[in-house]
């Protein structure tokens, strides 16, 4: 089945270092991998998509099949990007162009001023 | 405005009821979900449906139930059966499997 771990429950960083926030992954398939995050009292939000190779709030993310890894990092933090991240992973619902999304536990990024 | 609207925001039950929350989306979505989040434990899903009258369970389906009775709609009922009912839960939708999901602003729902 498959499994997707996020060992960091709680990340604390200073505004303009460096952030990553940690993703693993198990699936015997091809992985469609994604970061949503939740923003304080706000719903939760795709953030990016390893499909797209896209950079969203200078947040990047590589799939690395070797590591089953798909971190998140960025080069300098703000402090809104303070919020909860998690890290899921999608697999074919019955064979269909639709995915059950499996969710990591979550990290919260705390970024101090 | 498109999106997906769930109701209502806090949701209070005694032991022994059953209780409904709802979820409609405007997206014209075919795929829709429900999933608990919990403290530490992420998001679980507990039901999808990915078309009109059809519905799978998820992980976590024992003590719920779902109907689709419509595209707009898909309201989940949380029965006595449910042994840990209180939670957070998320309503979501998606288009294509690459898109990724829309989620609501999620019910909190409390057993007294």
């Known amino acids: 089945a498959q499994r997707v771990t996020q060992p960091e429950k709680l990340l604390s960083v200073f505004k303009g270092a460096p952030v990553e926030l940690k993703c693993n992954y198990s699936y015997s398939g091809s992985p469609e991998l994604f970061w949503y995050v939740q923003y304080s009292r706000q719903r939760l939000q795709l953030l990016l998509r390893?499909?797209s190779r896209e950079s969203i709030k200078g947040f990047t993310a590589d799939l690395n099949k070797g590591e089953t890894s798909f971190h998140l990092k960025k080069p300098f933090a703000q402090e809104e990007d303070s919020a909860m991240y998690y890290c899921a992973l999608i697999i074919n619902a019955g064979g269909t162009s639709y995915g059950k999304l499996t969710f990591g536990q979550g990290t919260i990024l705390t970024v101090h001023p | 405005d498109g999106g997906i609207t769930q109701s209502p925001k806090y949701l209070f039950r005694k032991e022994g009821q059953n209780v409904t929350l709802s979820c409609e989306q405007n997206?014209?979505?075919?795929?829709m979900y429900w999933y608990r989040q919990d403290p530490g434990q992420g998001l679980r899903l507990i039901y999808y449906?990915?078309?009109?009258?059809?519905?799978q369970k998820g992980d976590i389906a024992e003590g719920y139930s779902v109907s689709r009775e419509k595209k707009e709609s898909f309201p989940l009922t949380v029965t006595s059966a449910q042994k840990n009912p209180t939670a957070f839960y998320l309503c979501a939708s998606s288009i294509t499997r690459d898109r990724g999901y829309t989620f609501g602003s999620g019910t909190r729902l409390t057993v007294v």
């Open positions: 997206l014209n979505h075919d795929a």
């Open positions: 390893h499909i």
């Open positions: 449906s990915q078309i009109v009258n059809d519905f």
